[in-house]
């Protein structure tokens, strides 16, 4: 069940798709939603952010620093 799972702690490398959670056992999928409306209907009602957080900004390196 998506709501016991804590969504913003988990990483994909976490996420287990193929076992239950609570049980261990076999997990099936049986849809995938690739539809963006479909998607942002279902995170609005689950209370979710419907877009990603923005991307930090990129830091500078400097490439001739010598150490």
Partial sequence: MIQSLEVNSITQDQLDIEHCPNCGGALKIIAAIE??????KILSHLGLPTR????????????????
């Avoid at 539809?35 to 942002?40: A, C, F, L, M, Q």
């Avoid at 957080?53 to 490439?63: E, N, S, T």
């Fill in 35 to 40: 539809d963006p409306p479909v998607i942002i």
């Fill in 52 to 67: 990603a957080p923005p991307r930090a900004p990129a830091r500078r390196v400097d490439l001739f620093q010598t150490i």
